[in-house]
């Protein structure tokens, strides 16, 4: 039987934590192309036959895997050009999306400030309500990946300072502020850099990235983050796994 | 109650027509924001409730509309910086997926060969498996929106001529030769464009686009398709709705 380490005390459902702990076998490469059968999981993990579908399913939905009719469960081979690919698909933030790299982040701007005609349109809520600002260099391996420009509505999250948003704000957001993040959606586009984006990321003047604009919402779709994402294209590939209606 | 219009004679299943009318009223601006309550939905497609359910679910995946506990289904208002955008949820060819514009292709190139090693690893296939390539600039409202390369393994997609390549393969590949297109894998990056390339998208030389890599799969797993796209990013943005696990 398998023991399942907790995420810092986090407490998951339990096929979530099958799934995680799945994934982290596949990012290592335990399994050899082909996932055990599915009795063989139940044996493994010590759980029921429905803990185990609802864990294979999101692995299906992130394009982990995929099921053949009655040959079994495969790994997705991933063709990267070399590239760290970003899943658009799983929303767990790049700490642990990308768990064989270390990401840091280096704290660029923080402060408040009511919002303005345009972000209260953003945000689909009244104007001057308080709005934290975060820009972060973040870093992939001491390596700049991306330049971040984040906004919270701070009618919902109640409380951020400069020492929170060093390190995961989603973490944070879901595991002490108990908030339950439930979908997004993403615009992908490019960009022509400015001279300071260049130079944070370390390319040459006149460079384009990736752009990756953000609206999160909770359960209740009440919008709590917008954030625009420069992804350094260099070293980023994003992925999508799409399933057929 | 509402008539659908079939789409040149093609028999969708019920709950996939009700939803993809209610998305072409959505396109059109029929509703303010929010949809008809689900009773009002089954009176006017006069279906069952399983029916009027099963499409929701289909928007909601897609993106087009969400649902808020209690008080109805809400349309996602879009933020696109004036461009076009391209849902990467839904894959249903370019034709389908724009009906507000008219989507053109300029075949450039339509030939056929026997896949080399680095073909047959894409596709999963054995060496000297005959190939299509097809080679298309796609316009859209007659400016140029895209360089694709696409190759079909003729093992699986067996008749293609260059007739059949100046309109929608898809609906080609799923009407006539009534195949179950069923899941992709989409990798997004940015590519620095050739001057030719550069000529055919009337960009400046030197410039750059965003780049979609394909793999598609039908029902059984098997590779039919692999493509790379070169959008015009000037015109173009990639949207993607994500719910969490």
């Known amino acids: 039987m398998v023991l ?16 995680e702990d ?21 044996e493994m993990y010590d759980v029921s036959r429905n803990t185990i579908r609802s864990a294979i399913n999101i692995l299906v939905k992130r394009g982990s895997i995929h099921k053949v009719q009655g040959s ?7 063709t990267t050009d070399d590239k760290t690919i970003i ?18 982040s280096e704290v660029l701007d923080f402060h408040i400030f009511p919002a303005d005609a345009a972000m209260a349109q953003e ?51 879901e595991n002490d502020l108990k908030m339950d993040i439930r979908f997004s959606d993403e615009y992908i586009s ?12 370390n390319l040459n003047q006149g460079s384009s990235c990736l752009m990756i604009k953000e609206i999160n919402f909770l359960r209740n779709s009440a919008i709590f983050n917008v954030s625009e994402t ?3 294209s260099d070293h980023i590939a994003l992925y999508a796994p799409v399933q057929r209606d």
Chains 1, 2 share one sequence.
């Not at 399942?4 to 799934?19: C, H, L, N, S």
């Not at 079994?72 to 991933?78: A, D, E, F, Q, S």
């Not at 975060?134 to 330049?147: E, F, Q, Y």
């Not at 490019?190 to 990321?201: G, W």
Request: aromatic content about 10%; hydrophobic content about 35%; overall charge positive.
């Open 4 to 19: 399942i380490q907790r995420d810092g005390g986090f407490k998951m459902v339990k096929y979530k934590e099958v799934a």
């Open 22 to 42: 799945i994934q982290k076998r596949i990012y290592a490469n335990e399994f050899n192309g082909k996932l055990p059968t599915e009795q063989a999981l139940i």
């Open 72 to 78: 079994g469960l495969y790994i997705n081979r991933k």
């Open 87 to 104: 899943n658009l698909s799983v929303k767990i933030g790049l700490t642990r999306l990308l768990p064989k790299s270390t990401i840091t």
């Open 123 to 173: 945000f689909n809520c009244d104007p001057e309500t308080l709005i934290y600002r975060v820009k972060r260099l973040r870093m992939i391996d001491g390596k700049p990946l991306a330049i971040e420009n984040s906004y919270y509505n701070k009618d919902i999250v109640k409380y951020l300072d400069k020492n929170i948003v060093k390190n995961s704000i989603y973490s944070y957001i």
């Open 190 to 201: 490019m960009k022509r850099l400015s001279d300071e984006e260049c130079h944070l990321l």
């Open 230 to 232: 420069l992804y350094n």
